[in-house]
């Protein structure tokens, strides 16, 4: 009975905490990536105050260097970005003579009716920029939160003695297992977040070499979204490889680019996920991939993008914090990737089977 009262406490609990994430997702979103980042920094600022600058200085340090990168990246790809826009009447004038022209091939094929033609051009209506004020409002909505990071990040790691007594009067009867805990979730972060940092870098180099080699103006604006879209498992490689096949479809005059460009990207992919990932990340975020799956449809519903990122090193940490109450444990099991086969699954599942067989036989008329 006791069980299962704590197993009610812990599901009213998630159900209010993802009520409470999606209506506060405009503060919690950023202070969410604010810790992340501070995790992140801990060791750059740490090093810095090693070396005797004042706590402050060796953050804002820590901030500007890394800001300073990101504002670089950002220039080179901002600068790619004007320049496709630029080229978008010119593309779509060639989707115009495509489309054109594949509807003059299929009416050989198919017949004159099968397409009105009349409508035969309905799919630029796709291209057309009929939402720009919603568009600028995201935006603009973006880049706040974009700032505001930065500032919770320096406050986060200035105040971090202030959080770690906290810590430590707030459990002063468990204070080794809450150090163990941050520790361990500490490790899960900072881990996930410089293994994806170096993870996508060299992905952004293997795109951008293929794209280079094969001719592609915009090249680093294309291996750049490949590679931050590679963040988001299982479903941003194919959004992002399908706008980089588009495009070398629409800006090539043979199918030989696009096969090509689908073949690399997806051989990229395996390469990633099999020899990149697993030696760069490695098993710190020890989370089987159904967890994965619902974690990222569960971020993407609560905060978007950012949700689809964050939710796999937090559902790590939860995974941990379960893993910590004995009557909590099955479920921290529930998340892991550790398969064990035991005697007692097996003779469950022949059990099952046996009473299955049974219900048959039962059921038979003799």
Known sequence: MK?????????????????VMKEGAFILVPLIWGVFF?????PMTDWFERKRFPRGLAIFTSILLVSIIGFGIFYVLLNQMVGLIREIPEIGENIKGKLHRYYDELSLILGEGFLDPDHKTDLLAYFRSENLNETLFSTGKSLTLIGIIPLYTFLLLYYKDFF??????????????????VSDSSKVIQSYLIGIIRVTAIVAILAGLFFYLIGVKFFILFAAFIAIMNLIPYVGVFISSLFAILYVFLTTDTLFYPLLTFATLWGIQLFENNVITPLVVGSKV???????????????????????????????????TLERKDNLKPFGYLLSDDVTVTEASENFWKLLQRKISSGKDGNRTP
């Open 164 to 181: 770690a007594e906290f810590l430590i009067r707030f459990s002063s009867k468990n204070k080794e297992a809450v150090i163990h805990w």
């Open 38 to 42: 501070a995790f992140a920094l801990y």
């Open 3 to 19: 069980t299962l009262q704590s197993t009610a406490y812990f599901l009213v609990i998630l159900v209010f905490g993802a009520i």
């Open 286 to 320: 020890k989370v089987n991939a159904l967890a994965v799956i619902f974690a990222i449809l569960i971020g993407g519903w609560l905060w978007g993008v950012s949700g689809m990122v964050l939710f796999i090193p937090l559902i790590g940490v939860l995974k941990i």
